[in-house]
């Protein structure tokens, strides 16, 4: 069965620092890739996917993610955490077809001054 | 456009009570799913339906019933709420699995906090 590690549980950067959060899957093919950002007490939004083409992934609020085929890793980055950017990240992997998504724990971002 | 609304927003519950949760989504999407969030777990899946009038198991289907009477409402019923389902609930909807350009992508609802006592 397919399933997605995200390594870390919490991270803490310093505003203005990259960030970069792991996620890797395990699944013989190539599989929909997603991030999802959860704010406290809101719902998951999404940041970004891969589906095939391009490697290097933009999405919103200036994260990207870039797929390794080769490391079965879809890690996200930012070059600069800004405050707002502290909330719970999700990766996620799909199948093609009717398979619902598989959701790591994901990672709780903490933001300092 | 709205998107996916919850209702309610919270709830407490007494443990044995029945309880449903609704879900409405308005983009048309087939897929329909329902996850509970707890701490250091991420988000579980409880059922879904890919279609209007089916539905499948998740991980965690035991204690939870569901309906897809139609394509806007996916209610999840507790029969017998019990302490271990107090959780945040989130539905999710998606677009037509397997159809043309289906990309599994998720649209989620706000939550619902349910706490059993």
């Known amino acids: 069965a397919q399933s997605v590690t995200q390594p870390d549980i919490h991270i803490t950067v310093s505003e203005g620092a990259s960030l970069e959060l792991r996620c890797n899957y395990s699944?013989?093919?190539?599989?929909?890739l997603f991030w999802y950002v959860q704010s406290p007490g809101q719902g998951l939004q999404l940041l970004l996917k891969?589906?095939?083409?391009?490697?290097l992934v933009q999405g919103i609020k200036g994260f990207e993610a870039e797929f390794k085929r080769s490391q079965s890793s879809f890690n996200l980055r930012k070059p600069s955490v800004h405050w707002s950017d502290a909330a719970e990240y999700f990766c996620?992997?799909?199948?093609?077809?009717?398979?619902?998504?598989?959701f790591g724990k994901g990672t709780r971002l903490s933001v300092i001054a | 456009i709205a998107g996916i609304t919850q209702a309610p927003t919270s709830q407490i519950l007494a443990a044995g009570r029945r309880m449903t949760l609704r879900c409405t989504q308005d983009?048309?999407?087939?897929?329909m799913y329902w996850y509970r969030q707890d701490l250091g777990l991420g988000l579980r899946l409880i059922h879904y339906?890919?279609?209007?009038?089916?539905?499948g198991k998740g991980e965690v289907p035991d204690g939870y019933s569901v309906s897809r009477a139609n394509t806007d409402d996916f209610p999840l019923t507790l029969a017998s709420a019990v302490p271990s389902q107090t959780s945040v609930y989130f539905c999710?909807?998606?677009?037509?699995?397997?159809?043309?350009?289906?990309?599994?992508?998720?649209?989620f609802g706000p939550g619902t906090r349910l706490t059993v006592l």
């Open positions: 996620a992997v799909g199948l093609s077809g009717n398979t619902p998504l598989v």
């Open positions: 891969y589906f095939s083409g391009d490697t």
């Open positions: 699944y013989g093919a190539t599989p929909y």
């Open positions: 339906s890919n279609t209007a009038g089916t539905t």
């Open positions: 983009m048309r999407h087939n897929a």
């Open positions: 999710a909807s998606s677009d037509s699995p397997g159809g043309s350009g289906h990309t599994n992508e998720q649209f």
